[in-house]
């Protein structure tokens, strides 16, 4: 299936909101990276500590993508962009690694966690949200490093979910491991990620990422608007 390219006005359209995305997400997640880790480190909860440097790598991925689209030519750094999204994605399952091992091990004992459990509950609500929105963008401009960006922002959902399951069930039913079971799938998923990301399967061909599916929405979208 052949790509549309959107016109000029509306890809300067779609470039303008990608900052505006990213620029969103780096702010909740700074905010989210100061509670997580201070709450974190005074439950002793290795699991929201880990759920903060999360959120200090979703910074990271989410500056670069903001730094390539204030260039002149974005897709002549689409390539490097997506490497250091790679690396976040690395360094987020292995944050995740090393804190599900401790807490399996029994190394750490999390406690109760009022504010770890009311963060990770508006962080579900909120990333999945952010990820949707940057996806769609990246699917109608193009952009390998957005679609990319909004996976690694759609891993941090699924951190949410895990770590607000896990400190649910560490609260209510004393199990602490239950977090430290979850969070090693997501960081399988995460190396995963990474490696397609290094690879640059995620940009194999201007949409080659999408499914036939969405690219048939985007192209239908554009349509719309250009009548």
């Not at 490497?83 to 090393?98: C, H, P, S």
């Amino acid at each position: 299936m052949t790509a549309v390219t959107p016109a000029p006005a509306r890809r300067a359209a779609l470039q303008r909101r990608i900052r505006w995305i990213v620029a969103g997400t780096i702010g909740y997640n700074v905010i989210e990276a100061v509670i997580a880790i201070t709450a974190g480190s005074v439950a002793s909860s290795t699991a929201l500590i880990a759920f903060g440097l999360d959120s200090v790598v979703e910074v990271l991925s989410a500056a670069a993508v903001a730094w390539q689209f204030t260039r002149k030519d974005p897709e002549r750094y689409e390539a490097p962009t997506l490497r250091v999204i790679a690396i976040a994605f690395f360094a987020l399952a292995g944050y995740v690694t090393v804190s599900s091992v401790l807490s399996l091990t029994g190394a750490v004992s999390p406690e109760h966690s009022g504010v770890g459990i009311a963060l990770a509950a508006v962080s579900l609500a909120v990333m999945p949200a952010l990820s949707w929105l940057e996806r769609r963008t990246g699917i109608e401009l193009g952009s390998a490093s957005a679609v990319a960006d909004s996976k690694q922002t759609l891993i941090c959902s699924y951190l949410s979910a895990a770590v607000l399951l896990g400190l649910l069930l560490n609260s209510t039913l004393g199990w602490s491991w239950a977090d430290a079971v979850a969070g090693l799938v997501i960081a399988g998923f995460a190396v995963r990620e990474g490696l397609e990301a290094l690879r640059g399967d995620t940009c194999a061909t201007p949409v080659g990422i999408l499914l036939d599916a969405d690219a048939d929405a985007a192209a239908r979208v554009r349509d719309s608007q250009d009548r």
